[in-house]
């Protein structure tokens, strides 16, 4: 049922990268609870504009949790509070009346602040490129069945692809350590035949550039798989370990 | 080197020296408990133990162990401190299914530390030390005498196990973890092993400790 609640929102504010940030607190008042987070926050600006003052910026696409670009961190949760949703997933029937509401940005020194709450989340692009595709080898098309797949190994792979590359693992960390993105970046080709041709170059090159990035190092704390939005396991990283481990001893 | 350049190798050194020492720590409890059995017993094993060439080596190695852990623990946590950037969280929750040890292990280590440095001054530095240098040393018997006849060691100890049990159960799960031997299912399994054993470790020691309290000092 759908009721108003007013609250306060704590919001961190950063002019850009250099200068130092701050929190600025927001009187919110009867917002309706089937608003989402985002259209609060759109609320927000738009009583700003009309103020005058310099809008919030945050960082937002597709609003229906499948583009990655949301990424605002809400009361200690990527996220927000929910589970496997995505911030423009998160919907103000999770707050109550007279709440105070604590926005900031992810927090990682290989995720600079541009401005308020958006990051440069450019390393995850920068992994990515470094070996988390498949090249093609051409040659005469296969037989359908000729590479037979099992489910188990199918459902897997799909898991692991469902990763968006939000970056709430690295933001969830601790450490900073973006292993959960890198283990599902790299599990959702290892699993599949198609991805074993490449498979050792393809860790090694991945990983030496994540590392390089200044992303931490993975204690197994387990806080980035019960934050992702997509449920990206913690075994993923076993089988990236896994499969560096092997790929070194084979040098 | 990849096992010092690379994350998932420092990882691996961390889990191996982890595991060893995880092994040590079972053997000593199980030392122990032969002390409880028979005095005279224990004093034959810390006999055998002495400053024969295998026990100096096998101190030596237990030595390094301990080092390489000590050290890789230090850069782990530096490099991780910086990883995570000048600005900390306004607000801090910890989710759900994430051990609280897990994310105070350099502190637990330090407790343990502590407590090992208290454990060799009464122990090894009363008995191996002196005796590779030729000096009078204690035997076993003696030595537990001369440290459980003084009531405050009971608490201090029991202090010192219970860091290391927290240390322990995520510790061992996550070597395993690290070296890659874990799926969904054996997650699971490690866990659950993790806190058998340590809780197994922990009872042995806390039992033996408040046994030899109760022989000397009660």
Same mark, same amino acid.
């Given at each position: 049922m759908e009721t108003n609640i007013s609250f306060k929102l704590k919001v961190w504010r950063q002019a850009n990268a250099h200068a130092e940030g701050r929190f600025e607190t927001y009187e919110m008042h009867d917002?309706? &609870?089937? &608003?989402?987070f985002l259209e609060m926050m759109d609320i927000l600006n738009e009583q700003l504009i009309e103020k005058g003052e310099e809008p919030v910026t945050f960082d937002h696409d597709c609003r229906e949790g499948i583009c990655g670009m949301c990424s605002l961190y809400v009361n200690g949760h990527p996220h927000g509070p929910a589970t496997g949703a995505t911030t423009c997933q998160l919907?103000? +029937? +999770?707050f109550h009346d007279g709440d105070t509401i604590t926005v900031e940005p992810w927090r990682s020194a290989a995720f600079p602040v541009i401005k308020d709450l958006m990051v440069n989340r450019n390393a995850f692009d920068q992994i990515q490129q470094a070996g988390g595709y498949v090249s093609f080898q051409t040659g005469g098309a296969q037989d359908a069945n000729a590479i037979p797949i099992s489910k188990d190994a199918a459902d897997e792979a799909m898991d692991s692809a469902t990763c968006i590359g939000c970056g709430a693992c690295v933001a969830a960390c601790k450490n900073g350590s973006a292993m959960l993105f890198l283990s599902a970046k790299v599990s959702q080709f290892a699993l599949l035949p198609q991805g074993r041709a490449e498979a050792k170059r393809r860790v090694k090159a991945m990983l030496a550039k994540m590392d390089e990035l200044g992303f931490g190092n993975c204690t197994n704390t387990g806080a980035c798989a019960a934050e992702c939005p997509k449920n990206i396991k913690l075994s993923n990283i076993a089988r990236l370990n896994r499969e560096f481990i092997c790929a070194k001893c084979s040098d | 080197m990849w096992l010092t350049n690379s994350s998932v190798g420092r990882k691996v050194v961390m889990s191996v020296t982890g595991l060893f020492l995880v092994l040590f720590v079972t053997f000593h409890a199980l030392m122990n408990a032969v002390a409880v059995i028979s005095f005279d017993a224990y004093d034959k094993i810390c006999e055998f133990l002495g400053a024969n060439w295998y026990a100096v080596l096998g101190t030596l190695i237990l030595a390094g162990g301990f080092a390489i852990h000590i050290i890789f623990a230090f850069i782990l946590t530096f490099q991780n401190r910086k990883a995570r950037g000048n600005n900390r969280y306004a607000v801090n929750a910890r989710p759900k299914n994430v051990e609280w040890a897990s994310q105070n292990m350099l502190v637990l280590g330090l407790i343990v530390c502590c407590f090992l440095i208290l454990h060799l001054v009464q122990f090894w530095a009363k008995m191996q030390l002196p005796e590779l240098m030729d000096r009078p040393h204690l035997g076993g018997y003696a030595a537990l005498q001369a440290t459980f006849s003084l009531v405050w060691v009971l608490p201090v100890y029991l202090i010192g196990f219970a860091a290391l049990w927290f240390h322990i159960s995520h510790g061992f799960w996550s070597a395993f973890q690290t070296l890659g031997t874990a799926n969904d299912k054996w997650i699971n399994r490690w866990q659950c092993i993790s806190k058998w054993w340590a809780s197994i470790v922990f009872i042995l020691f806390a039992v033996e400790a408040c046994y030899f309290t109760w022989f000397f000092a009660l």
């Open positions: 917002i309706p &609870t089937d &608003t989402s919907y103000m +029937r +999770r | -």
